[in-house]
């Protein structure tokens, strides 16, 4: 199946408000993979956070929604603080978060057993404030 | 008489000490017949061991000198300095390759290596020995240049010679200098308008007392060696006498055909009699007769009946204008690889793919649309525009191998022109790789992604077609791993770049050599990109390489100032290491003269015998080995001294 590309695509109105929630230039991202290459979380994701940041660029906004990947990121900020264009992809799984918790579709991978889990167990204190920060929407 | 060599043992660091025992080596040879000094030291090329040569020569009165160092190409000219300099002729000076030749080759062996180093040694003794103390040959030399292109590097080069106080001849085929850059647009990285940077030097060249302008003009043949060619240039009959013609127009307004435009690229037409652009220079029309009617049937005439000063003559020949230069800058240009060749692309076919320099007239001012991009098959402005780099370039199986260089940069310009002229439009770009080493220019990339909303797709577009006024791109995205499609209203072909039509004929009639794809080759890739291997040529522009603008001024400053380095000396310096005829042997059976490849040798009539040029001469040997009689010998290189060298070398 074809991927169809059109400038109505890629400006997609969603996409635009995910750029307007985060602060963030999707079109910056060049996709070196910095981010994704250091990202302590990215096992776990189905998507890869450049990979994710790609699919915003070609208005490939829904699958990004659908992935686990925006609930598996810690906000650890280890993207970034490396990312050579000073993309935030935490900033945009931020605003992504809170697009789909505003539809009131609730698809949290991590519940509240797993979060104390996850606190017994050494994990940095941004992850656990991010879990956190994710169950509250 | 007596020989009295000095040998001088290197030991270069522990490049050549580490494997060879430069110690019993030189003490070795210090017992050797002819040998008079022998002595090792740690870097014979510093300061110090220089001196040491220089010292000995005169302490003991030396008739030669063997360095044993490096190779020639490395120190050759610094020993001969040193030798010149205690007044040792310095064709008496040799160096003894003992570093490349044995020790880097040798480390496994240490005895074996010594023991070679020892025979290299001696095989240059016994050179020496019989080396003839020769002077640099001098030959007179004409302070004039030809340039052969009027491109911007041909005017650049041309502009720099002239302005250094030298007389140029600029020759161009067509009827107007400019070249590729009076068709672009604007320019990346700094946006700035092509023409109004390239015309003020199109002026001046047109001006400049030292520069004879030849447009319409092509090289017919070429003679000659450096410091002395003789060019014959063909000057094209263009139907019009220009030196007559006031440029008024009046033939072209009324000409009655019109053809393809090659300066719009076939997007506009232009009439029979014609001047390719307006600020063409010289601004004088040339008449295509393959397309006037006149020629065809005899009819019409109409552009000499209307010609107020009578400069139209149908009666016009070619003629040919004899021209002595001392140095030859060849800047021939580009062409773009033929988009026929891409049928996956249409082949030149569908009307809404465009080649690269289609879209820079199409974004022009001054071309055919003012300014405006509209698409050509309806004249409808596009609204998805998709840009192809790589168009031939980087396929080594299909097209060609090499990366054209410059397509990266000017589809990233013309997606971002594109978008500052449809601000509501999207423009795509399908890469491998983006390529932006320049200056400024990859902050001109980012600009494009970040403040024009460019979509680059990695990714090559496996097939363009048309569907329902739309030009279907298949592609892939292969970041995502998703194949893509785009229903696009203008495709535009980022073809490669490749030498000018015109560059492998004129090298054989230059005789300089061409790459694998028609390029000129440069002497050496590093250190003499600027210069061909056969003397008095130089390179400048795309007709070395694909460059960019900046790249082709600056090899063609750089050809310029080679030239003027040639022509600072009232004579031309050659070394005299060439071959040489016994007049009394030769038998006149000219095989030397069928097999010299730089015409070296004239035969002699009133002899009977065959004649080297030594001005001309590479001393290649070839004619050395062809002679039958042997009657040729190479200076300083004769058969008796190879003789001795072979017999030192095989001696145990």
């Known amino acids: ?137 | 008489m007596e020989h009295r060599i000095g040998v001088f043992v290197c030991h270069c660091g522990s490049n050549i000490a580490g494997v060879v025992d430069v110690k019993r080596v030189a003490e070795q040879l210090a017992d050797y017949p002819g040998v008079a000094y022998s002595t090792d030291y740690l870097y014979m090329c510093s300061d110090p061991g220089q001196n040491m040569v220089k010292d000995a020569i005169k302490k003991h009165s030396l008739t030669g000198v063997v360095v044993s160092a490096c190779s020639p190409t490395l120190h050759e000219a610094t020993f001969r300095r040193a030798g010149a300099a205690s007044d040792l002729n310095q064709y008496r000076v040799e160096m003894a390759n003992i570093r490349e030749h044995c020790s880097w080759v040798h480390r496994g062996d240490k005895e074996k290596a010594t023991e070679k180093a020892i025979k290299i040694i001696k095989t240059m003794i016994e050179k020496v020995k019989q080396n003839e103390a020769l002077e640099p040959i001098s030959v007179p030399m004409t302070h004039r240049a030809l340039v052969v292109g009027g491109g911007i590097a041909g005017i650049q080069a041309a502009l720099d010679i002239a302005n250094a106080g030298h007389d140029v001849v600029l020759v161009e085929k067509s009827p107007s200098v400019g070249g590729h850059m009076a068709q672009l647009s604007e320019t990346f990285p700094t946006l700035d308008c092509s023409q109004c940077i390239l015309t003020p030097k199109m002026v001046e060249v047109s001006q400049h007392p030292r520069i004879r302008l030849l447009t319409y003009c092509e090289i017919d043949d070429v003679s000659g060696y450096v410091g002395n060619f003789k060019v014959r240039i063909r000057k094209k009959a263009a139907y019009v006498n220009r030196d007559v013609c006031n440029g008024c127009g009046l033939c072209v307004e009324k000409c009655p055909r019109t053809v393809a435009s090659e300066f719009e690229e076939g997007l506009a037409t232009r009439k029979a009699i014609y001047t390719p652009f307006a600020q063409a220079v010289p601004n004088k029309p040339v008449l295509d007769r393959d397309n006037c009617t006149y020629f065809e049937s005899g009819k019409c005439g109409i552009c000499q009946k209307i010609c107020p000063v009578n400069a139209v003559d149908y009666e016009q020949k070619d003629e040919f204008i004899e021209e002595e230069v001392g140095a030859i800058v060849v800047a021939t240009g580009f062409d773009l690889y033929p988009v026929v060749n891409i049928g996956e692309y249409g082949g030149g076919s569908i009307e809404d793919v465009v080649t690269s320099l289609q879209f820079e007239r199409l974004l022009s001012a001054s071309g055919p649309t003012g300014g405006e991009v509209r698409r050509p098959s309806d004249g409808k402005i596009p609204k998805e525009v998709v840009f192809l780099t790589c168009v031939g370039s980087r396929d080594p199986e299909n097209h060609v191998s090499y990366c054209s260089k410059v397509c990266c940069m000017y589809l990233t310009k013309h997606a971002m022109l594109y978008k500052h002229n449809v601000h509501d439009g999207q423009a795509y770009v399908f890469y491998m790789d983006v390529r932006t080493g320049g200056k400024g220019y990859e902050e001109f990339y980012q600009r494009a992604t970040e403040e024009d909303d460019v979509l680059y797709l990695r990714g090559k577009v496996s097939k363009l077609f048309e569907e329902d006024g739309k030009v279907m791109v298949w592609g892939v995205d292969t970041l995502t791993g998703r194949k893509v499609e785009i229903a696009a209203d203008l495709v535009v072909l980022g073809l490669a770049m490749v030498p000018n039509s015109t560059a492998v004929e004129l090298s054989k009639k230059l005789k300089i050599q061409v790459s694998e794809w028609g390029f000129y080759s440069e002497a050496h890739p590093k250190l003499r990109p600027v210069e061909s291997l056969a003397p008095g040529f130089y390179l400048a522009g795309a007709a070395q390489g694909p460059k960019d603008i900046p790249d082709a001024v600056a090899q063609a400053s750089a050809s310029a100032s080679k030239v003027c380095a040639l022509f600072s000396e009232k004579e031309y310096h050659r070394e005299p290491i060439v071959a040489w005829i016994d007049e009394d042997e030769c038998s006149g059976c000219k095989v030397c003269i069928s097999v010299c490849p730089y015409d070296a040798i004239e035969f002699d009539s009133e002899k009977g015998i065959s004649r080297i040029q030594e001005a001309i001469c590479e001393g290649c040997g070839a004619c050395i080995a062809a002679c039958p009689s042997a009657t040729i010998q190479q200076r300083n290189l004769t058969d008796s001294q190879l003789y001795k060298m072979v017999s030192a070398a095989l001696e145990d």
């Open chain 1, 1 to 137: 199946m074809r991927l169809r590309l059109s400038g109505e695509v890629i400006k997609d109105d969603l996409v635009k408000r995910v750029e307007d929630l985060s602060g963030q230039n999707i079109a910056m991202c060049y996709q070196c993979g910095r981010c994704s290459a250091g990202c302590p979380v990215a096992d776990e994701m189905d998507i890869l956070p450049n990979e994710a940041i790609r699919l915003l660029q070609l208005g490939q906004i829904e699958e990004v929604l659908d992935s686990k990947t925006i609930w598996i990121c810690a906000s650890c900020l280890q993207c970034s603080s490396r990312c050579p264009r000073g993309v935030e992809f935490s900033s945009i799984c931020d605003a992504l978060r809170a697009i789909v918790l505003r539809r009131r579709i609730t698809t949290p991978s991590v519940d509240a057993g797993d979060v104390s889990r996850v606190m017994r167990t050494d994990a940095p204190q941004m992850g656990v404030v991010g879990a956190l920060r994710k169950l509250n929407g």
